[in-house]
């Protein structure tokens, strides 16, 4: 059908109804949930705004129906939307950068459990930052604290950047393009990080959601899933000041294997907090032999 042919006014319920058929086709989880929060993009408002709106004007059916299309094809929701929740931020997330996930939420609740002192944290760094959700997040928790966010794509860090300045966070931290930390000098007393390691034989049996659309280079772990474990174990002892701690994001059935590359890197293991659904999920370091400051 053609846009000339469209009625101008549309029934809201019709459309989110088709909607939620189509996501559901699909095979998309929670498509009536999906269908309303895309709906509510197209808008500008959220989900209890929909309540005020009956009636769709048919520009803004066009680009629902468009925004449908995609999801179908399970282009991530937060990239249709270009927002994702973390902790207690709302961020901008592009293509550039994966989703933030709640799962990854585990390292700052690890971070809090072992530094509640919220004056006692001044230098974090995020290795691999991505959107910043893990920096700016431990920059809102700790308010005395100056951070660091390093990420190889020249996007990730634009994206950081504007997070940053969104969240009124950027006076306190400095986003750079790098490779890992070979250009850095400096000692933290937190350095966090989620590192790609998902095993390369591994991508193809992701959901499509990641597989044909998060950027690989933030996926792809090597053929062992470790090679970004590996590089970060080189650089940790460097890093982390003498009361220092590192919390690095694992993946599933890496509980053993990378506590090895640490031990082996002479770092001392604290702990592996386990996510929402008992999942190892952020494995604690220290420099071997320090006493963990509580």
Request: charged share 25%; glycine share 10%.
């Amino acid at each position: 059908m053609k846009e000339n042919d469209l009625p101008d006014i549309h029934n809201s319920r019709d459309i989110l109804h088709q909607a939620a058929r189509r996501l559901s086709q699909a095979g998309i989880d929670s498509p009536r949930r999906e269908a309303r929060l895309l709906l509510a993009h197209v808008l500008q408002t959220d989900l209890s705004g929909l309540l005020m709106h009956d009636h769709v004007e048919s520009a803004q059916a066009l680009r629902f129906e468009s925004l449908v299309e995609r999801r179908a094809s399970h282009e991530p929701l937060s990239y249709l939307t270009g927002s994702a929740g973390f902790w207690s931020m709302t961020l901008e997330v592009s293509a550039a950068t994966l989703v933030p996930r709640a799962d990854t939420e585990t390292l700052i609740e690890a971070l809090l459990e072992l530094r509640p002192d919220r004056d006692g944290v001044r230098r974090i760094l995020d290795l691999g930052t991505g959107t910043g959700c893990l920096l700016l997040a431990a920059l809102q928790e700790y308010r005395h604290a100056w951070g660091l966010g390093v990420d190889l794509s020249p996007d990730a860090a634009r994206l950081a950047t504007r997070n940053a300045r969104c969240l009124g966070l950027s006076g306190r931290c400095d986003i750079i393009c790098g490779d890992w930390a070979q250009a850095i000098m400096g000692r933290f007393d937190v350095v966090l990080s989620n590192p790609p390691y998902i095993p390369h034989g591994d991508l193809g049996g992701l959901m499509p959601d990641v597989r044909d659309y998060e950027p690989h280079r933030a996926l792809d772990g090597g053929a062992d899933g470790l090679v970004s474990y590996r590089l970060l174990m080189q650089c940790l002892p460097r890093l982390l000041s003498a009361q220092g701690i590192a919390i690095i994001e694992l993946g599933i059935g890496q509980e053993r294997s990378v506590p090895a590359l640490a031990r082996e890197a002479g770092m001392e293991v604290l702990s592996i907090r386990a996510d929402l659904g008992g999942i190892g999920r952020a494995l604690v370091l220290r420099p071997h032999g320090k006493v963990a400051k509580k």
